[in-house]
C-alpha cells in the first residue's frame, strides 16, 4: 500500500503498538518498506508466525506470511487517527483521511478474493479463531451502535419497515448471484431471459 501524509517512522511505531496490544507482536511492517517519493512511502504488513493472531492464508488456503484483514484495519484505524489527514492506497480501495476510511473500509470485509470456483471473502481468510472481534469502535454492529431506536416488527409504518430492513442488510453480508434461466448454445447464462 501507498501512504501519504504519515512519516515512515511514526507507521512502524503505531503498527508495533496494535501488533502488541491486540496481536501478541506478531503483526509488523514487511522489511521492504520505503520511501517511494518524498511525501509518501509503500509498505506492507506481515506477520511472523503465519499461524499465529493477526495471520490469514491465501485464498487458496496455503499458509504464508500474510496479515490479515482485521489487522490491516486496525493498524490503518490508529494511523488515521493520530493523522486524519493522511490518505492510504491499497489494492481494495483508497482511503483519503480518517473519515474515508471509516466509510469505505468496513464494505471490503466481504470483497470476493477467491476464483470463481471458490469464492471466499477477506475477513473469511483469518487464521485466528475470533480474530479481530475487539476491533475499531467504528466497526460496531449498527444496532448496536445507532442512537434511534429501532421500529417495533409488527410496525406497519412504511419508513420503520424500510429502516429496519436497512439496518439487517447492513449486518448481513452480500449473497452471491445467482442467475435462472436457459443456459445459451455457448454454456454460458443467455442475458435475454434474466429477470424473467
Same mark, same amino acid.
Not at 503505531?14 to 501488533?19: A, G, H, M
Not at 449498527?142 to 431506536?149: F, G, L, Q, V, W
Given at each position: 500500500?501507498?501512504?501519504? =501524509?504519515?512519516?515512515?517512522?511514526? &507507521?512502524?511505531?503505531?503498527?508495533?503498538?496494535?501488533?502488541?496490544?491486540?496481536? #501478541?507482536?506478531?503483526?509488523?511492517?514487511?522489511?521492504?518498506?520505503?520511501?517511494?517519493?518524498?511525501?509518501?512511502?509503500?509498505?506492507?504488513?506481515?506477520?511472523?508466525?503465519?499461524?499465529?493472531?493477526?495471520?490469514?492464508?491465501?485464498?487458496?488456503?496455503?499458509? =504464508?506470511?500474510?496479515?490479515?484483514?482485521?489487522?490491516?484495519?486496525?493498524?490503518?484505524?490508529?494511523? &488515521?487517527?493520530?493523522?486524519? %489527514?493522511?490518505?492510504?492506497?491499497?489494492?481494495?480501495?483508497?482511503?483519503?483521511?480518517?473519515? =474515508?476510511?471509516?466509510?469505505?473500509?468496513?464494505?471490503?470485509?466481504?470483497?470476493?478474493?477467491?476464483?470463481?470456483?471458490?469464492?471466499?471473502?477477506?475477513?473469511?481468510?483469518?487464521?485466528?479463531?475470533?480474530?479481530?472481534?475487539?476491533?475499531?469502535? &467504528?466497526?460496531?454492529?449498527?444496532?448496536?451502535? %445507532?442512537?434511534?431506536?429501532?421500529?417495533?416488527?409488527?410496525? %406497519?409504518?412504511?419508513?420503520?419497515?424500510? #429502516?429496519?430492513?436497512?439496518?439487517?442488510?447492513?449486518?448481513?453480508?452480500?449473497?452471491?448471484?445467482? &442467475?435462472?434461466?436457459?443456459?445459451?448454445?455457448?454454456?454460458?447464462?443467455?442475458?435475454?431471459?434474466?429477470?424473467?
Amino acid at each position: 500500500m501507498n501512504i501519504r =501524509g504519515v512519516s515512515l517512522d511514526d &507507521f512502524y511505531a503505531v503498527t508495533n503498538d496494535v501488533s502488541r496490544r491486540a496481536y #501478541e507482536g506478531n503483526v509488523i511492517v514487511a522489511p521492504e518498506a520505503r520511501w517511494s517519493r518524498r511525501s509518501s512511502f509503500n509498505a506492507r504488513l506481515r506477520v511472523v508466525n503465519s499461524r499465529g493472531p493477526g495471520a490469514r492464508t491465501a485464498a487458496s488456503g496455503r499458509h =504464508g506470511p500474510y496479515a490479515c484483514w482485521h489487522a490491516y484495519r486496525d493498524v490503518l484505524w490508529q494511523m &488515521f487517527v493520530a493523522n486524519p %489527514d493522511a490518505t492510504a492506497r491499497t489494492a481494495l480501495a483508497t482511503y483519503r483521511g480518517q473519515s =474515508g476510511f471509516e466509510r469505505d473500509y468496513p464494505a471490503t470485509r466481504y470483497r470476493v478474493v477467491g476464483s470463481v470456483a471458490y469464492p471466499v471473502s477477506m475477513a473469511a481468510l483469518c487464521v485466528a479463531e475470533g480474530c479481530g472481534a475487539e476491533g475499531p469502535p &467504528f466497526l460496531r454492529v449498527p444496532d448496536e451502535c %445507532d442512537p434511534r431506536p429501532l421500529a417495533a416488527e409488527g410496525s %406497519d409504518d412504511v419508513l420503520a419497515r424500510i #429502516e429496519r430492513e436497512l439496518r439487517q442488510a447492513e449486518i448481513a453480508p452480500p449473497e452471491p448471484m445467482v &442467475f435462472e434461466g436457459p443456459v445459451s448454445l455457448l454454456d454460458a447464462p443467455d442475458l435475454a431471459y434474466s429477470g424473467r
